[in-house]
């Protein structure tokens, strides 16, 4: 069973039982046909659905899904999801970031953070040449920087710290 939010409105409880699907306890038949990579064609009660992937993030169990032009935002949660959410422990399977290290060896071009700095997800923190490349390393979670290990210029070793988090 799969609990499908549509954009933060609409609650879908969606189950697969043998070739037929159960949208909130109701049998729903469908004729699917894949198209391409991202594309699915589906008849749904004699009507046809052009759909298409746009976007999928497996961490947070969100998608984006185009149905004949018009965009959906899709966010999943499987059974154990939500029995985590009945239980009270939900909040305890996001995992806190305490520190940023290296994913690899490089030169530190630039430190765009300062200590005690807020920052939120996606906020840039620091720029890493490595194999001639910048790279721009950003913050995997919100919170407030409580160190800096490294300065402009520095050399620095795959998974090496770099940042910490209070």
Do not use: R, W
């Not at 909040?91 to 530190?108: F, Q």
């Not at 913050?139 to 998974?159: F, H, P, R, W």
């Amino acid at each position: 069973m799969h609990k499908i939010k549509v954009n933060d409105q609409f609650v879908f409880e969606v189950e697969q039982k043998d070739s037929a699907f159960l949208v909130n306890g109701q049998p729903v038949q469908l004729d699917l046909s894949t198209l391409g990579n991202n594309n699915v064609h589906v008849l749904y009660e004699h009507k046809s659905f052009n759909t298409e992937l746009i976007e999928l993030n497996k961490t947070d169990k969100t998608c984006k899904i185009k149905v004949n032009g018009n965009i959906y935002q899709l966010s999943i949660e499987d059974q154990f999801d939500v029995l985590l959410k009945q239980l009270g422990l939900d909040n305890l399977a996001t995992n806190k970031v305490s520190e940023i290290k290296a994913p690899m060896p490089g030169l530190v071009l630039k430190v765009l953070v300062e200590e005690n700095a807020e920052v939120i997800k996606g906020d840039n923190l620091l720029i890493l040449e490595a194999m001639k490349m910048e790279n721009i390393l950003k913050s995997s979670t919100d919170g407030v920087v409580k160190k800096i290990l490294i300065k402009q210029g520095d050399k620095v070793e795959k998974n090496q710290i770099l940042i910490q988090f209070k």
